[in-house]
């Protein structure tokens, strides 16, 4: 009798020994027409991959009625250039009699216009038999019109995967169907970060009317909640002088005689200036010159212009010089070890494998003998202003104007198909029509005096005007 129990035992710990596990044989994430910049890698983070798995295995095994899931160690991560397609096949082959599960995560931009899906497909199959097929979409929208036209990070850690759970539950129809809008990012959490600041900041709004951003004229006010506390015009103004030269006549000459076509190169003196009035008739100026080489054809149309960089932009009080600063333009790539540059014959070189990669515009210099820095963060959407160890303010580049959805006049149409810009340069613009009015959110200290203040948006117009006149590519810094 004792045999034949250890016999019974034995075939019954064969057969455990040889029970294969149901198995998921693909986990796929790719992007297609965005980038790191908005949706990095967040599957490089350990924690957040082991949880996306932790929450996907369980609702898997719930719904296939099994008590273990195997999955891979880690997850396919592409992202596909151009005109691409996601491709959700499962391996050949792989099917048996115990369900084999295929997991497809896809963030892509619209075919056309600017809006962005997040499509997940889970399939299983059995016997060559398919159990389950469901792609569930949502699109994901940025709260703000500056995630659509700023190198803006879209998304968290945690609300990639929060909404890869959502993903999950909906594929396997544990939540009802549904074409919600997802809405990443709040401008109560960016606020949040500068009201965490000590000593705390109040609360202003700057409100401008303008390519502020683009080298345009603008208008703005400093408005606290009962009280105007700045307000100010900028206008700027552009001097190019070619000097004399016979070159150009003499090269037409050359191809005339001969028939050879003829580069020449052509000197041009460039000139860029910008006013700020204040209301009670202060003025600020900027001045930024440099010297620019052409090279141009006879026979073609073709012009290539080198310019010699700028060192620094001049400042000057009532026609006296009083201060400068240097602009640069950084970019810091979060590196992991599996970072890799790869090319794309649409975008070029590019980083990958990323867990984000953050954009800085910096100006460092000094006015009326004073230190003046302001750094604009893209990627969070804050400017900071400083003076030495002082904190002159904070503006958060989030526009809350309920009726406007632009962004230093470039503006996101509602559909997300267009984004058009406009550049006021005529006139005074008006801070009447309240639609194209910008509203920012704009902290200052409690206390700060009216110099202070001044001082604050003298520094920030300065920004302003390096990052339209004065951008170049920019310049890497280690993390």
């Not at 070890?337 to 515009?361: C, H, M, P, S």
């Not at 632009?406 to 801070?431: D, E, Y």
Request: glycine share 6%; net charge negative.
């Amino acid at each position: 009798m004792k045999n034949y129990y250890y016999i019974i035992a034995l075939c019954f710990l064969s057969v455990l020994c040889t029970a294969q596990v149901p198995q998921v044989i693909a986990f796929k994430h790719e992007l297609r027409w965005t980038d790191e910049v908005k949706f990095p890698n967040y599957f490089l983070i350990p924690e957040v991959r082991d949880s996306v798995f932790y929450n996907t295995k369980h609702e898997l095994m719930n719904y296939l009625k099994v008590s273990d899931i195997k999955f891979p160690d880690e997850v396919y991560y592409n992202i596909i250039p151009g005109f691409g397609k996601q491709k959700t096949d499962m391996p050949k082959g792989a099917s048996g009699k115990d369900p084999v599960i295929g997991i497809f995560s896809f963030i892509t931009r619209a075919t056309s216009g600017y809006a962005i899906f997040w499509k997940l497909k889970i399939i299983i199959t059995q016997n060559n038999k398919v159990i389950l097929e469901k792609e569930v979409t949502h699109e994901l929208e940025y709260f703000n019109a500056s995630g659509y036209v700023e190198s803006r990070r879209w998304i968290s850690p945690k609300e990639f995967h929060d909404i890869f759970h959502r993903l999950v539950r909906e594929s396997l129809g544990y939540l009802p169907d549904s074409n919600e809008k997802i809405v990443l990012g709040s401008l109560e959490s960016v606020e949040e970060k500068i009201r965490s600041i000590s000593p705390p900041l109040k609360r202003n709004l700057l409100k401008i009317n303008g390519g502020w951003k683009s080298s345009g004229d603008f208008h703005g006010l400093v408005e606290s909640e009962n009280d105007t506390l700045l307000e100010f015009n900028f206008k700027e103004k552009t001097l190019e002088e070619v000097k004399p030269s016979l070159t150009p006549f003499l090269a037409s000459l050359f191809t005339e005689i001969t028939g050879v076509d003829f580069e020449y190169d052509q000197e041009i003196k460039k000139e860029l200036s910008g006013t700020l009035t204040f209301s009670d008739d202060q003025k600020f100026g900027i001045k930024l010159k440099w010297i620019g080489t052409e090279t141009r054809s006879v026979k073609s149309e073709e012009v290539t212009t080198n310019i010699s960089n700028p060192v620094s932009a001049e400042l000057y009080e009532e026609k006296e010089q009083t201060g400068y600063f240097l602009y640069v333009s950084l970019e810091k790539v979060n590196s992991t070890a599996k970072t890799r540059e790869e090319f794309n014959v649409f975008t070029g070189y590019q980083k990958e494998n990323t867990l984000g990669i953050e954009r800085f515009d910096r100006i460092k210099g000094s006015l009326s003998g004073k230190p003046i820095f302001g750094e604009f963060n893209e990627n969070q959407g804050i400017i900071m202003i400083n003076s030495a160890d002082t904190l002159l303010g904070v503006m958060v580049v989030e526009n809350c104007n309920p009726e406007s959805r632009s962004i230093s006049g470039s503006q996101v149409s509602k559909n997300k198909v267009f984004i058009t810009s406009s550049s006021q340069k005529i006139k005074k613009p008006s801070m009447e029509d309240t639609k194209k009015v910008e509203w920012y959110p704009f902290y200052l200290a409690g206390n700060s005096s009216d110099e202070s203040r001044k001082l604050c948006i003298k520094t920030l117009i300065c920004l302003f005007f390096g990052i339209g006149n004065m951008n170049s590519e920019p310049q890497q810094i280690a993390p």
